[in-house]
C-alpha cells in the first residue's frame, strides 16, 4: 500500500503569477525529475496538483495543493532525504512560499 503525500503552499504577498506559476511547475515535474537511486528510472507514482478552491473557507492562506504518491517508506525517506531533484525544488522556492504544509498518510490505515 503506497503513501500519499500532500503539500500545501500560501505564497508571499509579493510573489508574481509568474513565479507561482513556476513552483507549480516545477512542483509537478518533480514525478518525472526523481530518479530511482538504483534503477535510475521515476519512482513518484503519481502527482498532481491545483488551486485551492474549496466554498469552505478553511484553507488558512494555503492556496496551491498538490498530492503526491509514493510506493513505499523506503522512497519516501529517499524522496525526503536524500533525492537531489526534491532537495533542489525545496531549496529554490524560499524565496516565494510563505508558508508551506505537509502531511502524509496510508490510505485505509486509522
Do not use: W
Not at 508571499?12 to 535510475?40: F, G, N
Not at 478552491?53 to 529517499?78: A, M, Q, W
Not at 525544488?89 to 510563505?98: A, L, P, R
Amino acid at each position: 500500500m503506497g503513501i500519499v503525500h500532500v503539500v500545501m503552499f500560501e505564497f508571499k504577498e509579493e510573489a508574481t503569477a509568474t513565479e507561482i506559476a513556476d513552483v507549480c511547475s516545477r512542483m509537478l515535474m518533480l514525478k518525472d525529475q526523481c530518479l530511482h537511486p538504483t534503477s535510475k528510472t521515476p519512482y513518484i507514482k503519481s502527482g498532481i496538483g491545483g488551486k485551492e478552491n474549496s466554498p469552505e473557507g478553511l484553507s488558512g492562506g494555503l492556496t496551491h495543493i498538490f498530492v503526491v504518491e509514493l510506493e513505499n517508506e523506503e522512497d519516501r525517506k529517499y524522496y525526503l532525504e536524500k533525492d537531489p531533484a526534491h532537495l533542489a525544488f525545496v531549496k529554490s522556492i524560499g524565496g516565494v512560499v510563505k508558508k508551506a504544509q505537509v502531511v502524509d498518510f496510508t490510505p485505509g490505515v486509522f
